[in-house]
């Protein structure tokens, strides 16, 4: 809903000039467009544009919804595209589950399961096709224990 760039992220017209939305925009013109005002569409986004209501990308239609990420433009576009994009999602898509998996759906913690500092970490009691000198070194003393 907020884009970080509030700014009108300017291009010029090329030469020949660019028909906008049926008006003729001579060429050199300075043009551009607002991240925000573009988040704002009701034509897109539904009369309801400006409440914070995520079932709208899961309820609309197909057609609909390819508008929409289309017109998405919180990280700019083309050649002014944002270098942190990456990284800003890698955050996004790794941070969602992280606390899913730490507090489960109900927003509850789960219980922690219990590991060793070894080698290979793996939980207490899980069964495994490792060697037993791989799983049986303590990392911090050095000491193997017996794979029986």
């Not at 969602?96 to 500092?117: I, K, M, N, Y």
């Amino acid at each position: 809903m907020h884009p970080a760039a509030g700014l009108i992220l300017e291009r010029i017209v090329p030469p020949q000039g660019i028909d906008i939305c049926g008006e003729h925009i001579p060429g050199g013109t300075i043009v551009g467009c607002n991240a925000w005002v573009l988040h704002r569409r009701p034509e897109i986004f539904g009369a309801d544009v400006d409440a914070c209501r995520p079932e709208r990308w899961i309820d609309a239609p197909p057609a609909q919804l390819k508008e929409m990420k289309a017109t998405m433009f919180q990280f700019g576009a083309g050649a002014r595209t944002c270098i942190g994009k990456n990284i800003s999602l890698l955050e996004v898509y790794k941070l969602v589950p992280s606390f899913l998996r730490r507090l489960g759906p109900t927003g509850e913690p789960r219980p922690r399961v219990e590991d060793a500092q070894r080698v290979v970490r793996a939980p207490a009691g899980l069964q495994h096709d490792l060697p037993a000198e791989a799983v049986a070194c303590d990392c911090m003393t050095g000491v193997v224990e017996s794979g029986d």
